[in-house]
């Protein structure tokens, strides 16, 4: 059973920072990318950032040079710096793996966002 939990969201001024975590529990065959996702009411679900196994990155217009995301390969886990954060980026946050294997995709449970101005 392949689970992802997330982890780090939380309330926070504006200007303020966070760290989420996402830890990958489970067998997952050919991991393409590891990412973080998010949805706020009313909208779409975007992207927010991504980063291959070989280390590769891209962010979001909205949030580069804010947000930096990192991962530890043999802790399974990937991470999302936010920096200087906006309300705009409220939402809920949500881990993404992109496998070569069946499915070929899984997401976290998410976690809440919330920077108030």
């Known amino acids: 059973q392949v689970q992802l939990v997330e982890s780090g969201g939380g309330l926070v001024q504006a200007g303020g920072s966070l760290r989420l975590s996402c830890a990958a529990s489970?067998?997952?065959?050919?991991?393409?990318?590891m990412g973080w996702y998010r949805q706020a009411p009313g909208n779409q679900r975007e992207l927010v950032a991504t980063?291959?196994?070989?280390?590769?990155?891209n962010y979001a217009d909205s949030v580069k040079g804010r947000f930096t995301i990192s991962r530890d390969s043999a802790k399974n886990t990937v991470y999302l710096q936010m920096n200087s954060l906006k309300a705009e980026d409220t939402a809920v946050y949500y881990c993404n793996v992109r496998s070569g294997g069946r499915p070929s995709e899984y997401w976290g449970q998410g976690t809440q966002v919330t920077v108030s101005s």
């Open positions: 489970g067998s997952i065959s050919r991991i393409y990318a």
């Open positions: 980063i291959t196994i070989g280390g590769s990155t």
